[in-house]
C-alpha cells in the first residue's frame, strides 16, 4: 500500500518551549484506520493539528497525500471534538453536510443539482436521509456525529481525520459510529485520536500510542507492557482481535 502519511523525526513545541513532541516518526499506508492514543497532555490532539496542516513543526517532516499539510486542505475531511454550543446555531442537517462541499472560490449563494445530489448521497451512507430537514440542534449526539461525517466525506477525501468522535455518546451510540467508520474505511484512511483504546483496538488495525514520544504497532502487537511504558502506569487490558 502506498504511504499517504509519513512524518520523520519530527519535534514540536509551543512558543518555542519544552517539547510537546520529540523525533515522532510514524508511517501510515493507503486504507490504514488508525487510532491515536494515550494519557492526557500527552499530545493525541498536536499530533492530529500537525497532520491537518494547523500546526507546524519546529524540526523534521511531514507529509500528507505526497506534499505538504496545508496543501492537502481540498483533499481531506476533518471532524473535530463535538462542541455543546453548536446546539444552538440556526442551520439544518442537509446544511451542515453543504458546508463540505462549499467553494471558497465561488461567490453563488446556492448549490448545484450535483452537490446536492452528493449530500443526499452521503446521508443517506450514514443512515440520516430522513434527517435532512431538522434542524443540528435538535439532532440526538449520534446524530450530529453522524452530520459531521457526512459533511467531512462530502468532497470524497483522501483521508478522514476524527478528534474523539464518540466523546460525547453512549457506549452503544459509540459502537454503531465506528461500525460506520468501519465501513467507511473500505473506501479512505482513517485517523483518530482517542481515550480509549479496549474499544478503539476493536476497529483499528494500527495503534500510535502518544506521549511526548511515539510508538507505533500493528493493533496485534499491542501488549500491556507496551500500554503502562506509554501512560507512565499499571494498566489493564483486554486482547481484542480487529479483524481488519
Known sequence: MNPVI???NLDFSYNNDINVLENINI???EKD????????GGGKTTLLKLMLGLLKPVKGSIKVLGTTPQKTTNKIGYVPQYNTTDKLFPINALDVVLMGLADSNSFLPWF???QLDRADEVMELVHIQDLRKKTFGE???GQKQRCLIAR???SSPGILFLDEPTASVDSKVESNIYELLKELNKEVTIV???HDLGFVSTYVNKVACVNKKLAFHKTADINSQEINK???AEMSMIQHQCGL
Open 6 to 8: 509519513e512524518i520523520e
Open 112 to 114: 448545484s443539482k450535483k
Open 33 to 40: 484506520f488508525v487510532g491515536i492514543i494515550g494519557p492526557n
Open 152 to 154: 467531512a466525506i462530502a
Open 27 to 29: 508511517e501510515v499506508s
Open 192 to 194: 483518530l485520536v482517542s
Open 230 to 232: 506509554i501512560y507512565n
Open 139 to 141: 439532532l440526538s449526539g
